[in-house]
């Protein structure tokens, strides 16, 4: 079955950032440390950037999961903060769900650890209600790539759209004429090659 292509909206857009906690993170063998790191303020970068409604929620701090990564924390002061006492599933905590239906927003832009389980449940049941999930593939990580390959058919086949922080920044701004230098200054600062391109661009244009 086809799905169809859904844009994805600023205006009709949220983003939900699920169990990034320190405990967690240190399972995350499908991308290098660094890597993922800042893949996952790369796309706390965008949410800031469109002033996109963002929700954070972590499982169980008190046990080994560990809280909430604390740069997530610092960049998303006021924020809803959804500390589940126990659910595996986010979906399963009534206050998360109610978050995310206050923002009047249908286009769920996800990320999380671990993919299979934490991103995975959450985006199955929200497709069931009828919202468009967006997994963001390189903010979510888990315990390698056959798990990680499986965890993304699951949700693909499902009707889930997978995409990477770079597309999700580049779908809603859409033109460049919507404030290049913004995006372009968000895309050098995460990613290298595109520093490089930007400081020749601007030797070119000083000249």
Known sequence: MTIPYK????????????????????????FSPNEFKNNVLALADCAKFFKLPTILTTSFESGPNG????????MFPDAPYIARPGQINAWDNEDFVKAIKATGRKQLIIAGVVTDVCVAFPTLCALEEGFDV??????????????????????????????????????????????????????????????????????????
């Open 134 to 207: 967006f997994v963001v593939t390189d903010a979510s990580g888990t315990f390698n790539e056959v798990v990680q390959q499986a965890a993304w058919a699951r949700m693909s086949a499902a009707g889930a759209q997978l995409v990477n922080w770079f597309s999700v920044a580049c779908e809603l701004q859409r033109d460049w004429r919507n404030d290049m230098e913004g995006l372009a200054h968000l895309l050098s600062q995460r990613i290298p090659n595109y520093r490089n391109l930007m400081n020749s661009y601007s030797a070119f244009i000083a000249k």
């Open 7 to 30: 844009r994805l909206n600023i205006n009709d857009a949220v983003v939900l950032l699920v169990d990034h906690q320190t405990g967690l993170i240190s399972l995350v063998q499908d």
């Open 67 to 74: 809280p909430l990564v604390p740069e997530l924390k610092e």
